[in-house]
């Protein structure tokens, strides 16, 4: 449960603000590099105790009517949505699909069995391949739309308090945007109308 180096311990796992066991190993490759450099230990235990993430990696956008929206745009792979839904705590409504990048999508749908993930919403070019793998997992929790904006309101009209709604496409973004900044920032102004029509901005 704790970070050390040379026998020397430096702080609590628990003191580092995000959470999952890549966003750790991340922690440990600075703790070494840090140290190598000669670095002051305090100065490196602030600067991950204090390290919020980047934009559109497992960034929090919004706690709506208890319902927490994660915007991780960034997830553009099946490795890192498998990770972004491992940092989870809630049950979570996933929002899957894009451009398809010719991954094998019956190993996202395998490496979430047992996971929070209790409803998926399957949107963008590939939302049929994400499908045809899904019911080939035995996947069977799911709603399909076409593109991203109709994914979030679908997910919004689903959610319970307690529940979070995560973007972690596995996919591109070019079937329906530049990039998958312009992915994030359409999420997150959808998620910022849903907080001022509830009052929570």
Known sequence: GSVVYMGKKLFSVDELPLGGEHN???ALACVAVGCILGLEP???CSALASFKGVRHRMEEVAQVDGVTYINDSKGTNIDAALKAVSCMRSPVILLVGGKDKGYD?????SGLSGSPVVHAVFYGENRYELLSAALAQGFSEYSLCRGLSEAVML???YAVPGQC???SPASASFDEF???EERG???VSIVKSFAE???SV
């Open 165 to 167: 709604v995560l973007l």
């Open 185 to 187: 920032e359409r999420f």
């Open 178 to 180: 530049s990039g998958y």
């Open 24 to 26: 750790l190993s991340n």
């Open 105 to 109: 999508y019956g190993r996202l749908f």
């Open 155 to 157: 997910a919004h009209s």
């Open 197 to 199: 029509k509830a009052g």
């Open 42 to 44: 305090q100065s490196i």
